[in-house]
């Protein structure tokens, strides 16, 4: 069984940053994409940010240059960098992983914006 587990989240004033780690338990390399997502109460779930196995990223409109996601192959891990966080950045974060047929979640991780 895939696992897939978030970390970094947690308080952050407006303007800060945050690195958000996602591990897989697996190497990433058999996963055609790995992404974050977000949720904000009472939002649907929407794209971060997602990297392919061939290293394509994509984003969505409002990160804005703010967030970069990059693979740590050797660390079966991916990372999503935040800076100049607002507070409307505030939800928690899920990463997935991607193959041909499956999509495995994580739990999640809190991120808040708050001064």
């Known amino acids: 069984q895939v696992q897939v587990v978030e970390s970094g989240g947690g308080l952050v004033q407006p303007g800060g940053s945050l690195r958000l780690s996602c591990a897989a338990s697996?190497?990433?390399?058999?996963?055609?994409?790995m992404g974050w997502y977000r949720q904000a109460p009472g939002k649907q779930r929407e794209l971060v940010a997602s990297v392919t196995s061939g290293g394509s990223t994509n984003y969505g409109d409002f990160v804005k240059g703010r967030f970069t996601i990059s693979r740590e192959n050797a660390k079966n891990t991916v990372t999503l960098q935040m800076n100049s966080l607002k507070a409307e950045d505030t939800a928690v974060y899920y990463c997935?992983?991607?193959?041909?047929?499956?999509?495995?979640w994580g739990q999640g991780t809190q991120v808040n914006v708050s001064s």
């Open positions: 997935n992983a991607k193959r041909t047929g499956n999509v495995y």
């Open positions: 697996e190497s990433i390399f058999s996963f055609y994409a």
